[in-house]
């Protein structure tokens, strides 16, 4: 019996030492969080410095894989088709890729090279080329049609391509804007309210409104008012050469160029970084894709993005001037950059080179 008894006393024994153990746990773990809240509640600005904190990520393994076709330029522009194909703007091509093979699309006769800034296949399936030497090129399948000054286009140095859900086609100038509506130009330039005349992107929101990110500012354009409407930070200070437009899929509105990466959610405008971001991209998931002019390629995680601290996690950097991200049908991220495309399959980079 004394046996039996000892054992009894151990276990009780065991036991209150780990309930003893547990308590103290929890009450070094509430103390430290009551600190943490202390200091941040304390010190505004560094709540502000986390948001911009990134986490970097090492990339194990980065290929150069040859391909026919690939792209040998720089790359600005890359956009889907409506087959979910990439059409990859190449400057001196426009190039398709299927998910297999790269697809030099035809150019007019007599000219070597398109001096391409963006394309753009419309609902008819015709690809329209912003040219920065040529004005616009429209490619039904078997011809092609050359719009300039002379056709009623504001400038012939063209940058973006914008259809708007009306299938009327607006194009960024560098004089300006134009827009199509099948058989006439209509333009606009400061004298007409837009806020600046060298005019980089162009995005309709699901209202049907047209932004405009331009060297100088960023502004609105109402059908219905037919005005333009400046759109300024806080401060009442101008964002400063944007670059790119993104409305996600929650309806916030992403600004990237000069001034970093800001979202705007229709009352606060939240800055996320401070380094030049040439292109944002919405995901499949709904994680925020930029990528940077020195080549740095980030993702939000779309479970941080309302949070105060979003994550932003450097997936690579290539040190080269870049310019478009996109997601393509197998769910790899696609980068146009001064040094062609490469894209992330979650493991590794893979560089797309031509192959001669």
């Known amino acids: 019996m004394s046996f039996i008894w000892m054992l009894s006393v151990i276990k009780k024994m065991k036991n209150q030492l780990k309930i003893y153990l547990v308590t103290i746990l929890v009450i070094l773990l509430s103390s430290c969080n009551v600190q943490t809240q202390t200091n941040s509640s304390t010190n505004p600005q560094k709540q502000l410095d986390v948001k911009l904190e990134t986490t970097k990520f090492t990339i194990k393994k980065i290929d150069t894989l040859f391909t026919i076709n690939a792209p040998s330029r720089m790359v600005r522009k890359i956009r889907k088709n409506k087959k979910g194909n990439l059409l990859i703007t190449a400057f001196t091509d426009v190039i398709e890729f299927d998910g297999e093979i790269f697809s030099k699309i035809p150019k007019p006769v007599g000219i070597e090279s398109l001096d391409a800034f963006d394309a753009l296949e419309d609902t008819k399936g015709n690809i329209w080329i912003a040219s920065t030497r040529y004005g616009v090129f429209r490619y039904n399948g078997n011809d092609f049609t050359n719009f300039t000054t002379d056709n009623g286009l504001i400038h012939n140095r063209t940058m973006d391509i914008h259809q708007d859900k009306t299938g009327n086609i607006w194009i960024a100038t560098m004089g300006g804007v134009s827009y199509y509506n099948g058989k006439t130009f209509d333009n606009f330039t400061t004298k007409e309210g837009l806020t600046n005349n060298d005019v980089n992107t162009i995005m309709e929101d699901k209202a049907g409104k047209i932004w405009f990110g331009t060297r100088g500012t960023l502004c609105i354009y109402n059908h219905l008012t037919s005005k333009f409407t400046q759109v300024t930070k806080k401060e009442g200070n101008s964002f400063k050469n944007v670059w790119t437009l993104l409305e996600d ?59 105060l601290k979003p994550i932003s996690t450097e997936i690579y950097k290539n040190n080269s001037m870049s310019f478009r991200v996109i997601e393509d049908k197998a769910g790899k991220i696609w980068v146009g950059s001064l040094q062609g495309v490469f894209n992330y399959d979650g493991k590794s980079i893979n560089y797309l080179k031509n192959k001669e």
């Open 249 to 307: 899929s929650n309806g916030n509105i992403w600004i990237g160029g000069e001034d970093g990466l800001s979202k705007y959610d229709g009352l606060v405008f939240t800055n996320f970084t401070t380094e030049f971001v040439s292109c944002v991209y919405e995901d499949k998931i709904g994680n925020i894709w930029t990528i940077s002019s020195e080549g740095s390629l980030k993702r939000y995680d779309v479970d941080s993005l309302d949070n």
